[in-house]
């Protein structure tokens, strides 16, 4: 089992810039890939940005330039440097790994872009 918990959302302006952390407990070891998504009012989950266990990355176009995924292996988190943000990243962003387990989710922390 792998437990996950996000923090750093909240409000800022348009134009603003916000950074999301995930910390991973428990089987950790077995994580291969992580990732954030986000899930705006009314909207479906969509994938923001992926992390593979190499380091390779992958973004949505929409935060393509904008969004940077990273990952700190020894104190096993994750994070989403997200700069220039507009109205419309205003969501719900999870934090995501794939493990040998499983899939497994954090429980969301909001972030609102709004002046």
């Known amino acids: 089992q792998v437990q996950l918990v996000e923090s750093g959302g909240g409000l800022v302006q348009p134009g603003g810039s916000l950074k999301l952390s995930c910390a991973a407990s428990?089987?950790?070891?077995?994580?291969?890939?992580m990732a954030w998504y986000r899930q705006g009012p009314g909207q479906q989950r969509d994938l923001v940005a992926a992390?593979?266990?190499?380091?390779?990355?992958d973004y949505a176009d929409s935060v393509q330039g904008r969004f940077i995924i990273s990952r700190d292996n020894t104190e096993n988190r994750m994070h989403l440097q997200m700069n220039s943000l507009k109205p419309e990243d205003t969501a719900v962003y999870f934090c995501n790994a794939v493990a040998n387990g499983g899939t497994f989710w954090g429980q969301g922390t909001q972030v609102t872009v709004s002046s």
């Open positions: 428990g089987t950790i070891f077995s994580i291969y890939a």
């Open positions: 992390i593979a266990f190499d380091g390779r990355t």
